[in-house]
């Protein structure tokens, strides 16, 4: 049973889009102005609820959502002028005399389905979007994160046109209610299988989707790199977001036999240096979002196969969600931490023969949201770059390229179609129509029947 009544929420959406005020210019910068307030005044209540959720720190929830939010809003804000401006096109001579430019149409009326693992980001970003290329938008948060759901659905309509900008929370009855309307553009962030189930539903409406999914992201590394530098920035990459549960945190490791103990003895370090002997001591690892996202990185932590592979970490207290930032020394390929997500605080370390080898374990998979490489040879990673497929590829870094607002951030065949940040934002929710406009003069009569000889050998 479901707790909403869908078909009205998306006829006063259409109502509204039809009213055409969320089209000016205005109406857009200050919606997103009423966005940035929201997070400005109510800032201590988001990390209360960030960190009832997923027990992360203020800093953390500083660093991986709130300020990430806020540029996005504020570069919104800033570049909207421009990228509402209709862009001039070259017109052939046949058609001349003309003008022919492109406009950017709002797609109409949107759904934005976002998930736990950055509750405020994921939410709000294509909010954002969709509010700046002029669509009216319901917002459906994510029911694994209760208390940032709840805080979301108590202020955005204190402070948005709320007749344009709706916020439903709920589980599957409410998304499969809301996927049985007609929807003019769904955006929607979470894993694979539910994105078939969205797509199934978009195809009856022809609507078009984005699908930010996840997938295992590769990490190779190889022994020409400073590896005290290299170690920090996978630590931080694996579990300095949401300790794992993050759709770009390095997911397993490639590294050739004879560097991998090294390896391995640097990434223990740099563990130790980061969360201490006892990290369920410390405040800056966040811990597992519910029980049964717990019960299922314990049953591949349980698996048999890696029973004696476990090299660092591995303890775990299911009362607190706790799971110690673990290293597994070369599981098998069929063991379950090799062949799902993993989207929590274990690292696989596999050791390969050569490039090749590692190439192939990639290409062997889905297509990943990222691959890294950690190298000083460009012409390594240039194989890498060149010889796998995947939403983006990052060399001797993690995480950093999220935030970059000039790349489009998204997946390709199982880890999602379409992309978003910055203007790729603007760009998922909206047409881009081709406008051309003639006038009377001009006109050339070798186009009109009948087609003469004389007019044929023109
Ligand atoms: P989730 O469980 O919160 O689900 C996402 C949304 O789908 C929620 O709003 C939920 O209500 C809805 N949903 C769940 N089951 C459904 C069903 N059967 N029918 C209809 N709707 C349903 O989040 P999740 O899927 O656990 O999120 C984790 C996954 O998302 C991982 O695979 C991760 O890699 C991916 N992810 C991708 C990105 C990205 O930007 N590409 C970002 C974050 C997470």
Redesign the pocket.
Known sequence: MTTIDAPQIVSELRATLRTARTRPAQWRLDQIRAVLKLVNENEDDIYAALHSDLHKSNYESFLTEVNVLVSACKSTMKNLHKWMAPEKKPIPLAVWPANASVISEPLGVALV??????PLL?ALDPVVGAIAAGCTVCL?????APATSALLARLLPEYVDTEAIKVVEG??PE??AL?EQKWDKIF?????K?GR?IMGAAAKHLTPVTL????KCPLFIDDSVDLKVASKRIMVGKYGSNAGQ??ISPDYVLVEEHFAPTLIKQLQKTLLEFYGPDPSASVDLARIINKNHFQRLSSMLDDPSIADKIVHGGERDEKSLYIAPTLIDNPPLDSPVMVE?I?GPMLPIITVRNVDHALNIINDKPKP?EVYVFSNNKDLFNRFRDETSSGGIVMNDCVLQFIIPELP???VGE??TGAYHGKATFDAFSHRKAVLVKNMGGDVFARYPPFTVRKQSL
């Open positions: 389905i976002s998930p736990w693992n950055f994921l459906k948060t994510s029911e694994i589980s599957i998304v499969t996927l929607y962030t979470g894993n694979a539910v189930i930010e999914l996840g997938g993050a759709c997500e989207f949201l951030f998204g997946g880890s999602g």
